[in-house]
């Protein structure tokens, strides 16, 4: 036989007060005697009764509940940045939700029945400028950003050193004698694929290596865009020695583009990715690959955000984590210098 469930109004009849007075106690109202305060709270022991979350979000005015937006809720990434944060939410006392929004009219529809209605106290948003969603964001609320800074103003946000990842992924080929060091890209549009950019560069350039455009292919993040983009390395006869795919799924395009291509990896082509997906020691070869934290960042990133709900005047922070070389078999020593 279940058993029933302790109310407020249970609590207040062993206590031989009203459910008013058991509910001051509860919310911390200094509006009870010291004496009455303790025989509450000796009632609420012995009962072993435990508050209604919602009831007492209610009874606040507030939701203590938290929202993120993503572009999708199936993407690795977003849902290990959604899965940290959600973490970190429970932990502080807050309910947890999570929506898609695959184009900018969806998410700014989203914007409005969640922000503007006060559902939420907090929003924190995946991939801001995937298109001309950031022009929707709100104001005025407490926001945070997961895997990407803000552009300008002084938005929470937390993301991967995304210059730095690509600076050592590169400078790994480039210590193991590779010259000819070839890139696929994420969409230039986003700011990750941009920094990626830069950090390649500035390691070439410490080794007095120009990058060469005709070694430089744009992908989509997906593995079909390392797969193409190899072929088309291939077929424009620009094959390089190591390639620096800006992600590991692109890199395992790259990957298999090498079996259809009968190449010998990494006797001749090297690979390196940035993330460490589970499936990066499962390929063939094992990805050598730059190991970023979702769950970390998604926590850090919901870590800002209460703070922001529960202090609205704190300064905003940026920070930016850093990554890890994992060294596997997709790279080794360069031959004849390539």
Known sequence: MTKARVTIRDVAAQAGVS???VSRVIN????????TRA????????LD????????????GRSRTLACIAPNLTDYTFA??????????RKHGYFWLSA????SDTFAELVSELVTSRRVEGLMVINPYADDRQHHLPEDFPLAFAGARPREGETNSVALDDVNAAYEATKHLLTLGHRQIGMITGPMGEDAAQDRCLG??????EYGISSADELIVKGDWMPRSGYDSLMHLAQAGQMPGAIFAQNDLMAAGILRATRDLGLDLPRDLSVIGIDDIPLAPFLAPPLTTLHQDFLLIGREAARLLIRSVKEPDAPRRQLRLPVELIVRRSTAVAENGN
């Open 200 to 205: 390649y560069e500035k390691a070439l350039q």
């Open 19 to 21: 459910h008013q007075t």
């Open 80 to 89: 290990s940045l959604i899965s940290g944060a959600e973490i970190e939410a």
């Open 39 to 46: 025989r509450v709270l000796k009632a609420i022991a012995k």
């Open 49 to 60: 009764y435990h508050p209604n979350a919602m009831a007492r979000s209610m009874a606040e």
């Open 28 to 35: 911390n109202n200094e509006r009870v005697l010291p004496e």
């Open 100 to 103: 898609s929004a695959a184009d």
